[in-house]
């Protein structure tokens, strides 16, 4: 996997999810009552989703904190068990867990362009500044029911 794609999944974690603080839901009932808001914050954690699973193993590798299969299935019941989606459950990704993983995507961000700018002699530490970043575990806990699955004890679905 090359850093370009890296840096373009990653800018894309990033920039969607300051798309969906900016103009999501405020509310859990929001998402259940405004199908416009809905469908926008459902989509956009749909590609932030693919762009978490199209990194490098090395990018997941260096942060287990962040449960990128949990990840990865999200993405999957929200395209395929989309009429099972629970609005509480998306509150919550929203509400407690997308802000760690920008905190991640912003981190990795500004040591691959910092790397980046190494090989190429050109970026100084002035051009981007490190967040901090929290290292405290957290899970996305999303829990979507498919018909044709079982929850697991974190909240996911696994298909037996």
């Given at each position: 996997?090359?850093?370009?794609?890296?840096?373009?999944?990653?800018?894309?974690?990033?920039?969607?999810?300051?798309?969906?603080r900016?103009?999501?839901?405020?509310?859990?009932?929001?998402?259940?009552?405004?199908?416009?808001?809905?469908?926008?914050t459902?989509?956009?954690?749909?590609?932030?989703?693919?762009?978490?699973?199209?990194?490098?193993?090395?990018?997941?590798?260096?942060?287990?904190?962040?449960?990128?299969?949990?990840?990865?299935?999200?993405?999957?019941?929200?395209?395929?068990?989309?009429?099972?989606?629970?609005?509480?459950?998306?509150?919550?990704?929203?509400?407690?867990?997308?802000?760690?993983?920008?905190?991640v995507?912003?981190?990795?961000?500004?040591?691959?362009?910092?790397?980046?700018?190494?090989?190429?002699?050109?970026?100084?530490?002035?051009?981007?500044?490190?967040?901090?970043?929290?290292?405290?575990?957290?899970?996305?806990?999303?829990?979507?029911?498919?018909?044709?699955?079982?929850?697991?004890?974190?909240?996911?679905?696994?298909?037996?």
């Amino acid at each position: 996997m090359s850093v370009t794609r890296d840096i373009l999944s990653l800018t894309h974690i990033t920039e969607t999810i300051d798309l969906i603080r900016s103009s999501g839901p405020d509310t859990p009932a929001a998402l259940e009552n405004d199908p416009d808001i809905r469908d926008a914050t459902l989509y956009r954690l749909q590609t932030l989703s693919e762009s978490a699973s199209l990194l490098s193993q090395a990018v997941k590798d260096r942060h287990p904190e962040i449960p990128w299969a949990a990840i990865a299935g999200f993405r999957n019941r929200l395209v395929h068990g989309y009429t099972e989606v629970k609005a509480e459950r998306v509150w919550e990704v929203i509400a407690q867990y997308l802000a760690p993983l920008q905190d991640v995507a912003r981190e990795e961000l500004f040591q691959l362009r910092r790397e980046r700018g190494r090989d190429e002699g050109s970026t100084s530490d002035s051009e981007a500044r490190a967040p901090s970043v929290s290292r405290k575990p957290h899970l996305w806990a999303v829990g979507t029911r498919i018909r044709t699955s079982t929850t697991c004890e974190n909240g996911w679905a696994s298909r037996r």
